[in-house]
Nanobody
Framework: QVQLVESGGGLVQAGGSLRLSCAASGRTFSSYALGWFRQAPGKERGFVSAIMWSGGSTYYADSVKGRFTISRDNAKNTMYLQMNRLKPEDSAVYYC????????????????WGQGTQVTVSS
């Protein structure tokens, strides 16, 4: 059974940094894409970033390019999202997700989801 568990969220001032982690278990993810999505109150869940577990190709939403960095540690089966220069509009619940069919910006493509971790950026 696939499990994705996020951690690392919290409250930070604008301009600060946080690092989110997503611990993955339950199968081999070598052919998977893993991604980060976020959802603010009253808004749809939106794509943030994705990484191919094998090869490490990365993809970002325009709104986070240059500020966020996605990475993974194969030995620990863990994905990370380093978030720098945070803005109040980055406040949301952040979810990690896994797709067996390749990377996508569409949430519907991702089969497995974590429970989410709250990120709040104060102005």
């Amino acid at each position: 059974q696939v499990q994705l568990v996020e951690s690392g969220g919290g409250l930070v001032q604008a301009g600060g940094s946080l690092r989110l982690s997503c611990a993955a278990s339950g199968r081999t993810f070598s052919s998977y894409a893993l991604g980060w999505f976020r959802q603010a109150p009253g808004k749809e869940r939106g794509f943030v970033s994705a990484i191919m577990w094998s090869g490490g190709s990365t993809y970002y939403a325009d709104s986070v390019k240059g500020r966020f960095t996605i990475s993974r540690d194969n030995a620990k089966n863990t994905m990370y999202l380093q978030m720098n220069r945070l803005k109040p509009e980055d406040s949301a619940v952040y979810y990690c997700a896994a797709s067996p069919t390749g990377r996508s910006t569409q949430a519907a493509i991702y089969r497995y989801w974590g429970q989410g971790t709250q990120v709040t950026v104060s102005s």
